[in-house]
């Protein structure tokens, strides 16, 4: 069956700019992970989602940062005013008992 | 709180050698623990967890890992390195009966020579 697929795979954006990643998990995983990877470093949580309720979000580095699973499917992570120390690649993972499977992530690159 | 050391940042081993991945844990209650694989420029692929069954834990692509209370340790291993086992590997922990978040190590790179 198909995997959790993210999109855009790289994205580009200026200093300031608002940005919009994408991630769809597997199909009938009830639980969604939002992780940022620096380069050179293991993974960090970023927010976790069971259906459309968002139960913690404590990894979320400002306010600047918000994520959203409206319909328990998709999630959309948005980063506004983007900076410079926002470049990451954006990990998005979809859970089944106890068990998480990752997407091939957004790789973000703010100039 | 759960906490992740990989003791090595980089281990280069030649092919048909050991590998050995070390991997230590720090966690206030019992935790499950993973081995995943990161290819460049792709995602994590699972490799195997420990979820509090059978202490020695056999995932995919040969490798496998024991689970050692006493030394808080959950090394991966796999008898003979292939070449295509280059990549980096992430060892990580989450709470049983918490939160599923993962805490992720810093990733050990391995490198196989020919």
């Known amino acids: 069956g198909a995997g959790v697929s993210q999109s855009p795979r790289y994205k580009v954006a200026k200093r300031g700019q608002d940005v919009a990643l994408r991630c769809d998990p597997i199909?009938?995983?009830?639980?969604l992970f939002w992780y940022q990877q620096a380069l050179g470093q293991g993974p960090e949580f970023l927010t976790y989602?069971?259906?459309?309720?968002?139960?913690?979000k404590s990894g979320l580095p400002s306010d600047r940062f918000f994520a959203e699973r409206p319909e328990g499917s998709v999630s959309t992570l948005k980063i506004q005013r983007t900076q410079q120390e926002d470049s990451a690649v954006y990990l998005c993972?979809?859970?089944?008992?106890?068990?998480?499977?990752f997407g091939p992530g957004t790789r973000l690159l703010v100039l | 709180a759960q906490s992740v050391t990989q003791l090595g940042s980089h281990v280069s081993v030649s092919e048909g050698a050991l590998v050995l991945l070390r991997c230590n844990y720090s966690?206030?209650?019992?935790?499950?623990l993973f081995w995943y694989v990161q290819y460049p420029n792709q995602g994590l692929q699972l490799l195997l967890k420990?979820?509090?069954?059978?202490?020695l834990v056999k995932g995919i692509n040969g490798f496998e890992a024991e689970f050692k209370k006493s030394e808080t340790s959950f090394h991966l291993t796999k008898p003979s390195a292939h070449m295509s086992d280059a990549a980096e590997y992430f060892c990580?922990?989450?709470?049983?009966?918490?939160?599923?978040?993962?805490?992720f190590g810093k990733g050990t790179k391995l490198t196989v020579n020919p």
């Open positions: 993972a979809s859970s089944l008992v106890k068990t998480q499977y």
């Open positions: 199909s009938g995983h009830v639980s």
């Open positions: 989602f069971q259906n459309e309720a968002q139960l913690d």
């Open positions: 966690s206030s209650v019992p935790p499950y």
């Open positions: 420990y979820t509090s069954a059978a202490t």
């Open positions: 990580a922990v989450s709470a049983q009966g918490g939160s599923e978040k993962l805490v």
